[in-house]
């Protein structure tokens, strides 16, 4: 065929999507959407209207600012009792590449983060099956006490399930998994990251993720997390055997929660609840008197709360679940200005760039993203583009990649307070 020779072109579908115009008109009055809303944005073809939206509201809540931070994750050991399909990350101990750190060079990794102005550890590691309880909590003291300043994001919530089981306390259920982060906290931990949640959705929890917890587990420890006054986000793979129906159910059980946890600071600042609880953080600048982001410290919060949604797109490479195709591009986009959406309720959503590559995390702070993460490093548990894991990106990237995004950076410390420094030391804007 010529290379000249024409493409058909693809008809413009019909008219436009009257469930978009009704979403529209709740979005721009500060309403609550539906969960048959979050499938209709899945579904039209109008895909760019489901973009602006998202865009208005993150606009918002955050103007042109953009966060990105100075981090550096830290997987200190690789070994897991568990076999997820979905992993490439776990080994068992005698396989090629199973690795654990040492505390010792885990607070060497802390203090070469310190030196490079980091403010955030973010530390997770697979299930290890003979690492005692004490172990983890003198690896956060020794931690703490070689970085003082230092934030410590650490353990997914199977993560902190699994400790509550070897810590050998006597209680269960939701009170042991309260006091075995009061430990955590007391030894330095200062909040919990989001990984681990998956989708939730027993089918397929039980096709992708069995043996690890369940959803509503996963929501339990991040209560208990909210209760003890730490801050957490949350997570969503998505992506491999779920269908759309099961992400928007994930974001509406997320969304409940959060109605939950914030109901006490929401009164306080005079914001109203609507039906069924609902506290929507996204309306217009008139439907609130005061300020409308929680933050550490502030007057009426008492309790800790989901900060941020982090969607994952699925990487098959190297799992077991490798025959799938990973979502494309728009549908990565897609679902990210969805969660924007549908999750009213939380600050911040994140386009982890690691996950995402770069380009497209500049692409999504125009559809609903208002952070990038941070310059990271060294990432083990998966990887979007290239070889190896060492994948880092200096502060000067981060923040050329949100100026040619139109937005303006803006350096956040883990709890999204401004960070103003002078090389690597720094403090919180007050
Ligand atoms: O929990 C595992 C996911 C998560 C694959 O809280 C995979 O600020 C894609 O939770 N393809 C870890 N994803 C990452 C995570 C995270 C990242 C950045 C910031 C924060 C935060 C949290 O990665 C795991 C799991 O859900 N994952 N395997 C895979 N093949």
């Given at each position: 065929m010529?290379?000249?020779a024409e493409v058909p072109i693809r008809p413009l579908p019909p008219g436009r999507d009257?469930?978009?115009?009704?979403?529209?008109?709740?979005?721009?009055?500060?309403?609550?959407?539906?969960?048959?809303?979050?499938?209709?944005?899945?579904e039209t073809p109008d895909v760019h209207?489901?973009?602006?939206?998202?865009?208005?509201?993150?606009?918002?809540?955050?103007?042109?600012?953009?966060?990105?931070?100075?981090?550096?994750?830290?997987?200190?050991?690789?070994?897991?009792?568990?076999?997820?399909?979905?992993?490439?990350?776990?080994?068992?101990?005698?396989?090629?590449?199973?690795?654990?750190?040492?505390?010792?060079?885990?607070?060497?990794?802390?203090?070469?983060?310190?030196?490079?102005?980091?403010?955030?550890?973010?530390?997770?590691?697979?299930?290890?099956?003979?690492?005692?309880?004490?172990?983890?909590?003198?690896?956060?003291?020794?931690?703490?006490?070689?970085?003082?300043?230092?934030?410590?994001?650490?353990?997914?919530?199977?993560?902190?399930?699994?400790?509550?089981?070897?810590?050998?306390?006597?209680?269960?259920?939701?009170?042991?998994?309260?006091?075995?982060?009061?430990?955590?906290?007391?030894?330095?931990?200062?909040?919990?990251?989001?990984?681990?949640?998956?989708?939730?959705?027993?089918?397929?929890?039980?096709?992708?993720?069995?043996?690890?917890?369940?959803?509503?587990?996963?929501?339990?420890?991040?209560?208990?997390?909210?209760?003890?006054?730490?801050?957490?986000?949350?997570?969503?793979?998505?992506?491999?055997?779920?269908?759309?129906?099961?992400?928007?159910?994930?974001?509406?059980?997320?969304?409940?929660?959060?109605?939950?946890?914030?109901?006490?600071?929401?009164?306080?600042?005079?914001?109203?609840?609507?039906?069924?609880?609902?506290?929507?953080?996204?309306?217009?600048?008139?439907?609130?008197?005061?300020?409308?982001?929680?933050?550490?410290?502030?007057?009426?919060?008492?309790?800790?709360?989901?900060?941020?949604?982090?969607?994952?797109?699925?990487?098959?490479?190297?799992?077991?679940?490798?025959?799938?195709?990973?979502?494309t591009?728009l549908e990565?986009?897609?679902?990210?200005?969805?969660?924007?959406?549908?999750?009213?309720?939380?600050?911040?959503?994140?386009?982890?760039?690691?996950?995402?590559?770069?380009?497209?995390?500049?692409?999504?702070?125009?559809?609903?993203?208002?952070?990038?993460?941070?310059?990271?490093?060294?990432?083990?548990?998966?990887?979007?583009?290239?070889?190896?894991?060492?994948?880092?990106?200096?502060?000067?990237?981060?923040?050329?990649?949100?100026?040619?995004?139109?937005?303006?950076?803006?350096?956040?410390?883990?709890?999204?307070?401004?960070?103003?420094?002078?090389?690597?030391?720094?403090?919180?804007?007050?």
């Open positions: 010529p290379l000249t009257t469930r978009m115009d009704a979403i529209e008109r709740t979005v721009r009055a500060g309403g609550r959407l539906s969960e048959a809303d979050g499938l209709a944005l899945y209207r489901v973009l602006a939206l998202a865009d208005l509201v993150r606009r918002r809540l955050h103007g042109r600012a953009a966060y990105f931070n100075i981090n550096r994750h830290i997987n200190y050991s690789n070994i897991c009792a568990l076999s997820c399909k979905f992993c490439a990350f776990h080994r068992k101990k005698d396989q090629d590449g199973a690795y654990e750190m040492d505390t010792a060079r885990i607070v060497q990794e802390v203090q070469g983060a310190a030196a490079a102005g980091a403010t955030e550890i973010h530390m997770v590691g697979g299930l290890h099956p003979w690492l005692p309880f004490q172990w983890y909590c003198d690896t956060l003291r020794a931690m703490k006490a070689a970085v003082p300043a230092m934030h410590i994001k650490a353990f997914t919530a199977v993560e902190i399930v699994h400790l509550q089981r070897i810590s050998k306390r006597g209680a269960e259920g939701f009170e042991g998994i309260k006091a075995v982060l009061r430990d955590l906290r007391e030894a330095g931990l200062g909040s919990l990251p989001g990984g681990g949640a998956e989708v939730f959705d027993d089918r397929v929890h039980d096709e992708a993720f069995k043996g690890k917890i369940r959803g509503e587990q996963w929501l339990d420890v991040h209560r208990a997390a909210h209760e003890l006054g730490l801050n957490s986000n949350a997570t969503m793979l998505y992506g491999h055997v779920e269908r759309r129906p099961e992400r928007i159910r994930h974001m509406r059980l997320l969304r409940e929660q959060q109605d939950r946890t914030l109901a006490d600071w929401a009164r306080a600042q005079g914001i109203a609840a609507g039906p069924d609880g609902a506290i929507v953080l996204t309306g217009p600048e008139t439907s609130y008197p005061k300020r409308r982001l929680p933050m550490p410290g502030q007057e009426g919060l008492s309790t800790g709360y989901f900060q941020t949604i982090i969607p994952l797109p699925f990487y098959p490479n190297e799992s077991e679940l490798e025959r799938l195709p990973a979502p591009g990565n986009l897609r679902t990210l200005a969805i969660a924007r959406l549908m999750l009213d309720n939380f600050p911040h959503v994140k386009a982890f760039w690691i996950m995402q590559t770069l380009p497209m995390a500049e692409l999504m702070l125009g559809a609903g993203a208002d952070d990038i993460d941070g310059t990271v490093v060294w990432y083990d548990i998966t990887k979007a583009v290239g070889e190896g894991n060492h994948q880092e990106t200096s502060v000067k990237d981060l923040a050329k990649a949100i100026r040619d995004a139109g937005f303006e950076p803006v350096e956040r410390d883990t709890l999204y307070r401004r960070v103003v420094r002078d090389g690597a030391a720094w403090d919180v804007a007050e």
